[in-house]
């Protein structure tokens, strides 16, 4: 029923019949003949179909609910039986993590790969909707994320740093040579922000409008901070970032990172992982070290 139950979650995620079957790794036939057969051994009708998908019945999404319980389980459990034949940690570790905390992912992972060699890692770039999407979807074992600013759901958090913000701005601008400025003084300038999508923003947003902002747009919206650091290199762009990224990035040539006060903002990013127990393997080997990282992280941009 596994295999089933996989290809429920997988036309679930993709809402589409051969996308699903291709994620899958099967035939689209194979695809609807699984969900045709599931849906007899439950007696139950749990797609709605047509030509085309149109989504779950109330009972599909029912059926969903256990479905992501029971595949998490199950995946958890062969990860558990890999680990006991072998010795050691071994497979693949998937995480999602949020624009503005990709600098400081290297952070947990290289510890933690020092630990376990034989596993391996992909990281995918997020925003704070989209990581819990994808944890509740079983597409990551993990994400990096806020906890404070999103409803969390039914997930096990560790914090990891309190996320502080900078102004990145030359040093021959305007409050270019100022040891703090108010958000007050952020609000008058023109900035380059990621796109509205993205948490980070949303927060930003705020804090410029509490302190007077009109509400104008950036200059330059992106969804990569790569791109937006780029842009204040060359000393004619401002933005505002977390402390631990400028820290990451490090400052080049007359840029200059200055803290924002009036208020002092502080959000709370950290890892979070499917609240299952017992948990699998590798999400618990990485949640030990977590708990180990977040505490020398957060010192670090104190």
Known sequence: MIDKLEFLLALAREKHFGR????????????????????????????????????LTPEGERVLDW????VGDSRAMKQEVRALKQGHLVGHLRLAAIPTALAMVSALTTPFRAKHPEVR??????????????????????????????????????????ERYRLMTAADSPLGNREQVTWAEVARIPLCLLTPDMQNRRIIDQL??????????????SNSMILLYSHVRTGRWASVMPAILAE????????????IIEPVAVHTVGLVVPNREPMAPAAAALVAEALKVGAELDRLIE
């Open 20 to 55: 699903a079957a291709e994620a899958c790794g099967v035939t689209q036939p194979t695809l609807s003949s699984g969900i045709k057969q599931l849906e007899e051994q439950l007696g139950l009708l749990l797609v709605n179909r047509s030509a085309r998908f149109r989504g």
């Open 67 to 70: 479905a992501k319980r029971i």
């Open 121 to 162: 890692f992909t990281i995918l770039s997020n925003s704070s909707i989209e990581v819990l999407n994808a944890l509740d979807n079983l597409e990551i074992d993990a994400g990096i994320t806020y906890l404070d600013n999103e409803p969390l759901g039914r997930v096990r958090s560790v914090p990891l740093y309190r």
């Open 208 to 221: 410029l409008r509490d302190a007077g902002s009109l509400g104008e747009a950036p200059t330059l919206e």
């Open 248 to 259: 990451s990035l490090g400052l080049v040539g007359a840029v200059r990172a200055i803290p």
